[in-house]
């Protein structure tokens, strides 16, 4: 028999309440109910837009799993926003849907499991055009209208977080809508050199050529790092090769040009310089506000002028940290229901020696939490490498977030030697000039500190 919705969530409830933080139960968890339990799927409700991106990114997996336990088998967690959310976007009784992706079709010798898909969002239509990308936009226009002709291979480069991908894939998107048949493969290069390491160790390879010189639109990405593989480039040369021959489109995204891509074969490099190299700058001020508008108006929300121009003016080298940013400010505002103004989203988005007065604690808490682990684990004395990884972030970020010392934060953790906490700090310090995503798991604990902190004021 199914067990009532109210008393499952009031048991989810209980159960979360023991295994999370309080801030994090409070600000997500507490404000969010259950709505209905329907063939395997618990729909729950959110109070807004930005909880339930919040809840998607972070707590699905653990909802899930207590919903498992108490259920005794698993189910899909869907979440929904409430009518009328609390930032009067308009967005009314706004459900949950999958996003839409194109998968593309894909079977490469024994490869099944990866997809590639083309991200639905990324269309001429949310695409800003500006000074900085207005002929890559132009060019990658004129290919999705008749590919294989004018520019082939279209050729886009330009510095990280600028817009390649987005315009590649509007181009597949646009292919897709004016010809559902069409065979649009996108791939990242690192995915091309895994197929063919599968090929061969599989014996397919025959099944891999077929594969991709099958397709009417190949779209690579980040073909920057083909640089010094010799197999791939010599097996991508025959395929470009062959579809280019065919009058198949090709459109191809790097960080930097052809000629400046060390250990690229001469003749790779001549044949990705024959069609058109369109490279996209980094964008004007107000083409970053052009944005942001852009953004928000997708969201359905409204932004004060100067709320768009303080972000704009902050973010200038890199659109995907530019809309990061306008997401956390709204995040911001919606968890302590700030207006939207300059003056509250300052202390989430200002300057990393912007210091909102933290303790401690709050810092442990946050870091066990985001980990699953204890504050115990923290301060204790394993090596388990998940838990070292998570003391390390935690006295580095402690490091950043108060002005304690060197032996201090030891003590903190437990009674560790100074030397440790400086090794950690040194060693997280040097891994952000490489690792993107760690820079983004440090700035998402960085916000939960400083809203944590704040809610303790
Ligand atoms: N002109 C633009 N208008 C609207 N959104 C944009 C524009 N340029 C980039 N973006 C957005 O910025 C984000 C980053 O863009 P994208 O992933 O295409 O960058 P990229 O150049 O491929 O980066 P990388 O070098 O890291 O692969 C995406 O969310 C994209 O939609």
Redesign the pocket.
């Known amino acids: 028999m199914e067990i009532p919705i109210d008393n499952l969530w009031s048991q989810v409830l209980e159960r979360l309440q023991l295994e999370l933080s309080r801030p994090t139960f409070e600000t997500w968890i507490k404000t969010a109910s259950a709505e209905r339990l329907e063939n395997n799927c618990l729909v729950i409700r959110t109070p807004n837009p930005f909880a339930r991106n919040w809840l998607q990114k972070y707590y699905i997996n653990t909802i899930a799993n207590v919903v498992q336990d108490i259920l005794g088998y698993p189910v899909e967690i869907y979440l929904t926003v409430a009518q009328g959310d609390s930032f009067g976007s308009g967005v009314e009784g706004e459900t949950w849907e999958p996003p839409t992706v194109h998968p593309v079709a894909v079977n490469v010798g024994q490869r099944q499991n990866k997809t590639p898909e083309l991200n639905s969002?990324?269309v001429f239509s949310?695409?800003?055009?500006?000074a900085n990308?207005r002929m890559a936009h132009a060019a990658a226009l004129a290919v999705a209208e008749s590919p294989g002709r004018e520019f082939n291979p279209l050729f886009l480069c330009?510095?990280?977080?600028?817009?390649?991908?987005?315009?590649m894939q509007a181009i597949g998107n646009y292919r897709w809508e004016i010809c559902p048949d069409s065979k649009i493969f996108y791939v990242s290069t690192e995915q091309f050199t895994n197929d063919l390491i599968t090929a061969i160790r599989n014996d397919s390879m025959q099944s891999f050529r077929e594969h991709y010189r099958a397709a009417d639109v190949l779209l690579v990405?980040?073909i920057q790092f083909i640089e010094g593989k010799e197999y791939t480039q010599e097996e991508f040369f025959h395929t470009f090769n062959t579809l280019h021959e065919a009058g198949k489109q090709v459109v191809i995204?790097s960080?930097r040009p052809p000629n400046q891509i060390p250990r690229l074969q001469e003749r790779l490099s001549s044949r990705f310089s024959m069609g058109l190299i369109a490279d996209?700058q980094t964008?004007d001020l107000e083409?970053r506000m052009a944005?942001l508008l852009?953004k928000a108006e997708y969201e359905n929300i409204r932004l004060p002028r100067d709320v768009i121009e303080y972000i704009a003016a902050n973010y200038t080298s890199n659109?995907?940290e530019l809309?990061g940013a306008l997401i956390r400010a709204l995040a911001y505002v919606s968890i302590w229901g700030l207006p939207m103004t300059v003056e509250s989203i300052t202390p989430v988005l200002g300057t990393p020696h912007q210091k909102i007065e933290t303790t401690p604690d709050v810092i442990l808490s946050v870091v066990a939490d985001a980990f699953n682990l204890t504050v115990e684990d923290l301060k204790g004395n394993s090596r388990r490498r998940e838990i070292s990884w998570a003391r390390q972030i935690g006295m580095y970020l402690m490091r950043q977030h108060t002005d304690l010392s060197l032996p201090r934060i030891g003590e903190e953790f437990g009674g560790k030697d100074h030397t440790t906490v400086m090794y950690s700090c040194e060693k997280i310090t040097q891994l952000q000039e490489t690792d993107q995503s760690l820079i983004q798991t440090l700035r998402q604990l960085s916000d939960r500190i400083n809203m944590t902190s704040r809610s303790q004021k």
Do not use: M, S, W
């Not at 949310?126 to 500006?130: L, S, Y």
């Open positions: 969002k990324y949310r695409f800003v055009v500006g990308n330009g510095g990280v977080g600028l817009g390649k991908t987005h315009l990405d980040d995204a960080d996209i964008p083409t944005i852009k659109i995907r809309e």
